[in-house]
C-alpha cells in the first residue's frame, strides 16, 4: 500500500466513518484560487482567496502572473497562514496548471487540509487530485494523490478530499469518472462517501451516516487587482449582471441586465464566491464593479474583470438556455432579484 508521508508522531488513531453524499456541503472548500492569466502588457495580476479562520489561526491563497519586458511570464502561488500575530508564506507547486483549495481545518486546529487540482481538466475528468497537510508550525508540504491514499491509484476514479470528521481522519468523495481511460477500471459505480483514518492507514465504509460540518469561517471576501490591472483599458463601473457558462460549457460570460451587451471573463478574474455559484445547470445574478480590460483579439466581445459582487441570485436553467444570446430586453425574469 502507498507509503502514507504523514509523520505517525503527528496522528492519533480515530475511527472511520462514511458519509451519505447527500449530507455534503455542495462547495467542498473553505476557499480556493488559481493563478490569474498573463496579462498582454508588462506589470503583475494579483488576487487573493477568501480569509479564513479557526482556532486562532488564519489562512488564504494568494496567486500572480508576472509579465516582463521580454514578454516573459510568470505564475506564483502561496498560501498564508497567520497564528498569533506570526504570518508565514508556504509556496505552491505548478501554479500555471493547478487550483488550490483549503478545504478544511483539523478539529484541534493543528492541520490545514489542502488541495491541488488541474485548473483546465473536464467535468469528469480525472483531474490529478493531491492533497497536503499543512501545520501552521511548519513550512514543509509534501504532496499525495487522493487515489493513491484510499487504494484506488490503479482506477478511473474521481476522489475529492471533503474534510475532518475528527483530528486525524480524512474523508472524501468517490465518483465514476466520466473520461475513463482504456482499459482502466473505473473502481467506482456511483458516488460514495470513504473516509481514512490516518493512523491505521485503514479505509472504511461504515454503514452509520453522520453530517460533516467545516471547521473555520470566512473573514473577508477574495481580492482582485482589476482597478490596478496592466491590461485595465478603462474605467470601472457598477451594474447588474448575469454570469454563466459558455457556449463550449468551460468558459465564462458576463450579461449586462437590460442591455444586449455581453462581455468574456477571463480565467480568475471574478471572485470565488461567484464562480463557485455558476455551474452546467445554473447561472447567477449580481451587483458588480466590472473593469474593462484589453484583450488583444480584435472585433471579439469586450473582456472585462469583476473586481466585487453583492446581492448574489441564483438561478436553474435547462440545457437549452446554456450558452444562449443576451435577450434584446430584460423582462422580470432576467432581471434577477437581488437579496
Known sequence: MFKLFFSLALLAGVNATALAAADVNPFNWLASRSAPPCSIKPGVRSSRSDLVQFGGISASISAQSTRDESNACEQTASVWVTKGG??????????????FSIIDFAPDASLILLHKTKTFA??????????????????ALRWVSTKQLIGLGNCSTLVEPEGFLGPRQ???????????????PSCADRPKMLALDLATRKVF??????????????????????????????ACYSIRGRVGLGPNGLTMRLWQVGTEKMMNLGEGMLPDELSSLVTPGTRVYANMIVCPLASGIPRTQPTVCIESASHYQQEKITTRQAGMKAPAKAGAADQGASH
Open 170 to 184: 480524512l474523508v472524501f468523495l468517490t465518483s465514476p469518472s466520466l473520461v475513463a481511460a482504456k482499459g482502466v
Open 205 to 234: 465504509e461504515p454503514p452509520a451516516a453522520i453530517s460533516m460540518i467545516k471547521n473555520g469561517r470566512r473573514l473577508g471576501g477574495p481580492l482582485l487587482s482589476c482597478q490596478t490591472d496592466p491590461d485595465l483599458a478603462g
Open 122 to 139: 473536464l467535468p469528469g475528468e480525472d483531474a490529478g487530485d493531491e492533497i497536503s497537510l499543512l501545520s501552521p508550525e511548519s513550512s
Open 86 to 99: 506570526v504570518s508565514m508564506q508556504v509556496n505552491l507547486p505548478d501554479a500555471a496548471n493547478n487550483t
